[in-house]
T-cell receptor, first 109, second 115 residues
Framework: GENVEQHPSTLSVQEGDSAVIKCTYS??????FPWYKQELGKRPQLIID?????GEKKDQRIAVTLNKTAKHFSLHITETQPEDSAVYFC????????FGTGTRLQVFP | NAGVTQTPKFRILKIGQSMTLQCTQD?????MYWYRQDPGMGLKLIYY???????DKGEVPNGYNVSRSTTEDFPLRLELAAPSQTSVYFC??????????????FGPGTRLTVL
């Protein structure tokens, strides 16, 4: 079955710097890759997603890139702000969503 | 729209007790899911449903049961609670408009402790 690995597990950045979180997947049938943000004590919420026929997608300060050949995809957050502090989960969809183990991002003022 | 709602928010059970976690969505989504999230970990799929009357096992179904008699409701039943079931439980729903997308909307979660 599908296996999604996510790195790093924790990431600390200074406000204004960029943050990059990387995920790899194993099942070449996976064709949809969402990213969820979970603030402390809250529910996961979708922030951006990408389909396998697209290489990059941007939404304001957030972008996701996908390399199907290498089976990896990444989340890029530019100009980080303290409110970006949260746990971020990647996921891959062969037939059901398989989640990575999460990255705790801390943005220091 | 209330979206996805879950009750209760918190619960403490004794070993061997049973309970039902309730999940309701008002978005007319066909797909519904139950996940558990252990501290510092990702989301593990327990059970899912593609429509009323249809349910299937996920990664970690042992110790749980589900039913889906209506589109709106997807309760999760714990029989004979064990300390290993201490976790936060999230219900989610999705319109799953096609097989190449699955935008899931999560409920607020139920924090369960088994002592």
């Amino acid at each position: 079955g599908e296996n999604v690995e996510q790195h790093p597990s924790t990431l600390s950045v200074q406000e204004g710097d960029s943050a990059v979180i990387k995920c790899t997947y194993s099942d070449s049938a996976s064709n949809y890759f969402p990213w969820y943000k979970q603030e402390l004590g809250k529910r996961p919420q979708l922030i951006i997603d990408i389909r396998s026929n697209v290489g990059e997608k941007k939404d304001q300060r957030i972008a996701v890139t996908l390399n199907k050949t290498a089976k990896h995809f990444s989340l890029h957050i530019t100009e980080t702000q303290p409110e970006d502090s949260a746990v971020y989960f990647c996921a891959a969809l062969p037939d059901k969503l398989i989640f990575g183990t999460g990255t705790r991002l801390q943005v220091f003022p | 729209n209330a979206g996805v709602t879950q009750t209760p928010k918190f619960r403490i059970l004794k070993i061997g007790q049973s309970m039902t976690l309730q999940c309701t969505q008002d978005m007319n989504h066909n797909y519904m899911y139950w996940y558990r999230q252990d501290p510092g970990m990702g989301l593990k799929l327990i059970y899912y449903s593609v429509g009323a009357g249809i349910t299937d096992k996920g990664e970690v179904p042992n110790g749980y049961n589900v039913s889906r008699s209506t589109t709106e409701d997807f309760p999760l039943r714990l029989e004979l609670a064990a300390p290993s079931q201490t976790s936060v439980y999230f219900c989610a729903s999705s319109p799953r408009a096609s097989l190449s997308t699955d935008t899931q909307y999560f409920g607020p979660g139920t924090r369960l402790t088994v002592l």
